[in-house]
């Protein structure tokens, strides 16, 4: 018994031996189909796959451990993986753990029974606006779409796809946007525009494209896309970037969007603008981001807004240029904007980290006038380095002037305190 024991314990230990993982990670550019999706899609064939960046890990590991003697035997396995779960498995367990809804018949038979015998697409709207259940509204647009004599028009098509991408049923709302696509002579820009948000807020991408093609090569002229269509795009886009590596891949996509809305002779607007100078601020590219800037009232007859420059400052200062933020800084407060928490924190923290004290702590206060909060990076970050320039008295009085004022609760005190005390 005590060799068996032994033995056990023995290949314990040796099961960090055992454990083998392997990893495999593809990329695929998004850039690349997704740029020739918008600018040879809209008139050829549309790829299967668009602008995805995948990035699957797998790892399999199983460890088997026996051991056995005359009298007894022990056997212990072990089997897990921490790959990343397909979208067929996260889509099996969302359908698991959230069962498709039945239908309410007596709610459904209760809004049939207000509708005239021979209602119209107008009637048929109004019970649909009235009706909270999203469900019942798709079956009561199916029922009447199977009435004789009746046919579906822009406000009934309209609600319905309202209805439905409000309740995030994207299955049955891409129903009923298939039955607007047949019907040639139906549709207008407000429905597409709602088809367009939609998909886009669903994550649906490559659907998105393809009724933007739609809308662009269509003989329907009331459903060709202004500058409204592009707004939608735009934000779809700079939403998809979470670091800068795919922000700039997107970045060139609204890049060459931006070129094609020129193109065919739509007029820029601020909103626009703003999203250039957003996405190249973003992808770190600042330089080009101010140059649209410089552009906006010389070429496009656009000024820039508070948002104009609270992105610029943002990302001047990400880059330690804080002279430059200054400028755009006061000539931003001498139009009268007030910059948001985000450009008054990262300017104060370039200040800090720049070496310039002094600014930095008058700019905070200057922030706290203002009524911006300030948040808990920029006061380790100023604190951090007060100490560091070997002034920690000054520190310790930032400190209590926080506190006195209420700026700071005991918990954040308290954390700052010790941001002083490993320095001392």
Same mark, same amino acid.
């Not at 897990?80 to 067929?88: A, E, G, K, Q």
């Given at each position: 018994m005590a060799a068996t024991r032994s033995s056990f314990r023995s290949s314990i230990f040796r099961i960090g031996s055992l454990i083998s993982p392997e990893a495999r990670i593809s990329f695929t550019n998004p850039t690349s189909t997704f740029s020739s999706l918008l600018q040879t899609g809209i008139e050829g064939s549309t790829p299967r796959n668009f602008h995805s960046l995948i990035a699957s890990t797998g790892f399999g590991r199983s460890t088997r451990i026996s051991s056995q003697s005359s009298h007894d035997s022990v056997s212990v396995?072990? $089997?897990?993986? /921490? $790959?990343?779960? /397909? *979208? $067929?498995? *996260? *889509?099996?367990? $969302?359908? *698991?753990? &959230?069962?498709?809804?039945?239908? &309410?018949e007596s709610k459904f038979q209760e809004t049939i029974s207000t509708l005239p015998p021979r209602f119209t697409p107008e009637d048929l709207a109004d019970a649909i606006t009235l009706q909270e259940d999203p469900l019942v509204c798709f079956h009561l647009f199916n029922w009447a779409s199977q009435q004789p004599r009746f046919n579906h028009e822009n406000c009934t098509y309209h609600i319905a796809i309202r209805k439905l991408g409000a309740a995030k049923m994207y299955k049955e709302m891409d129903d009923v946007v298939n039955q607007v696509l047949s019907v040639r002579h139906v549709g207008s820009e407000n429905l597409y525009n709602s088809i367009l948000y939609y998909f886009t807020k669903a994550g649906k991408l490559i659907r998105a494209v393809n009724i933007f093609r739609h809308m662009t090569t269509s003989k329907n002229l009331e459903i060709r896309p202004t500058i409204r269509a592009y707004h939608i795009l735009f934000k779809a886009l700079l939403g998809q970037g979470n670091n800068s590596y795919t922000s700039h891949m997107y970045m060139e996509t609204i890049r060459s969007l931006f070129r094609q809305m020129v193109d065919n002779g739509i007029e820029p607007d601020v909103f626009a603008l703003n999203c250039l100078v957003k996405g190249y601020v973003l992808s770190l590219h600042v330089n080009d981001a101010l140059r649209i800037f410089h552009q906006m009232s010389v070429v496009y007859n656009c000024q820039p807004n508070s948002f104009t420059y609270d992105y610029l400052i943002h990302g001047l200062c990400a880059q330690g240029r804080t002279i430059n933020a200054r400028e755009l800084l006061d000539e931003m407060k001498g139009k009268g904007f007030v910059p948001n928490g985000k450009s008054y924190n990262s300017f104060v923290n370039a200040l800090a980290l720049g070496g310039e004290i002094d600014d930095a702590v008058k700019c905070l206060w200057e922030m706290v006038e203002s009524g911006r909060v300030v948040d808990m990076i920029t006061y380790r970050t100023l604190v951090a380095e007060i100490c560091r320039n070997g002034k920690n008295d000054e520190a310790k009085r930032l400190l209590d002037m926080l506190r006195e004022k209420r700026l700071v609760d005991r918990d954040s005190y308290g954390k700052l305190l010790n941001v002083l005390h490993k320095d001392l």
């Open positions: 396995s072990m $089997s897990y993986s /921490t $790959s990343v779960p /397909t *979208r $067929s498995l *996260r *889509r099996r367990i $969302s359908k *698991r753990n &959230n069962p498709k809804p039945v239908l &309410n």
